[in-house]
């Protein structure tokens, strides 16, 4: 039986900096990714059927999923660590202490963080925790998928493509987006992912 995707649904309010018409925009980007990913797998499992006549067809096509998936599971990650209003990481929490004992202070961390967030070109700025090592990564990946760590589970997920910003912050804006996204993060959400991902 053919999986079917579903919009997730966000409780988003009024965040620092970044606009209502800018989030508006943006979820129906990540509708975009869903659907898309969802076309994929039906134009596969059509494909599938004479799969040596389709060989190449159903390669290119194949090679297409993982931006569309990703580029749908990464959105996911990013609303829901906007959704239900700030709230700031809990200092006894488990993330809080894992984020220490890997990079030496949380503030050392949030500085490496934002500067992979500052990398140029279009891409995302991940956390992850690597379930076979037991530690806390951070890493840039291009795109949606260039870059993913394989075998690891996104704990935070910054979306760095321009529409994410752009409508609000100047193209110098970078930056302040940033910063404002730190400000508007719900850190219930993102201790929840990494208790998941443990």
Request: glycine share 8%; charged share 30%.
């Amino acid at each position: 039986m053919l999986k079917k995707f579903e919009e997730k649904k966000f409780n988003i309010p009024a965040l620092k900096g970044i606009s209502a018409k800018t989030i508006e925009d943006h979820l129906k980007l990540y509708a975009g990714y869903v659907k898309n990913t969802n076309l994929i797998l039906q134009k596969i499992e059509e494909l599938a059927k004479d799969s040596e006549k389709y060989a190449y067809e159903l390669g290119e096509i194949q090679r297409r999923f993982g931006f569309e998936y990703d580029g749908m599971r990464n959105h996911e990650i990013y609303f829901d660590a906007l959704s239900n209003g700030a709230k700031i990481i809990s200092k006894d929490g488990e993330l809080h202490k894992a984020i220490e004992s890997t990079s030496g202070s949380f503030e050392a961390w949030l500085a490496r963080f934002k500067a992979i967030a500052m990398s140029r070109g279009i891409g995302w700025a991940m956390l992850y925790y690597d379930k076979k090592d037991k530690c806390l990564l951070n890493a840039y990946v291009g795109d949606h998928e260039l870059g993913q760590l394989s075998g690891c589970a996104v704990v935070l997920a910054l979306d760095m493509w321009e529409h994410a910003y752009i409508a609000d912050y100047s193209p110098g804006g970078k930056k302040d987006y940033v910063e404002d996204f730190f400000v508007n993060l719900n850190w219930e959400v993102i201790e929840k992912n990494f208790k998941e991902a443990l």
